[in-house]
C-alpha cells in the first residue's frame, strides 16, 4: 500500500472518529437531526432519498453519523424524503 493510501485511510478512520464523537454530543445536548443543516447529507443519503429509498437513506444516515433511528428518520424526512 502507497504512502498515501495509508493517509486517506487514516484520514477516514480520524474523520469517522470524529463524526461519532459529535453524534454523541449532538444526542446528549439533545440537539435533534431536524435541527441539523441538510448540507451535512452525503450524496449517498441525497441519492437514496431522491430514489425514494427512505429505509436506505435512514440506514445510510445511522451508519455515517452513529444517531438514533428517530433522529435519521427526522433527518430523511427534513430532506423530502
Known sequence: MG????????????????????SFLLRRMNIAAEDMPAWEASPAV???????????????YMDETACSLKDA???VESLGG
Open 73 to 75: 428518520k427526522r433527518f
Open 46 to 60: 441525497v441519492d437514496l432519498v431522491r430514489k425514494g429509498d427512505r429505509s436506505g437513506a435512514m440506514r445510510a
Open 3 to 22: 504512502e498515501s493510501e495509508r493517509e486517506v485511510r487514516e484520514l477516514r478512520t480520524r474523520v469517522d472518529k470524529l463524526e461519532a464523537r459529535m
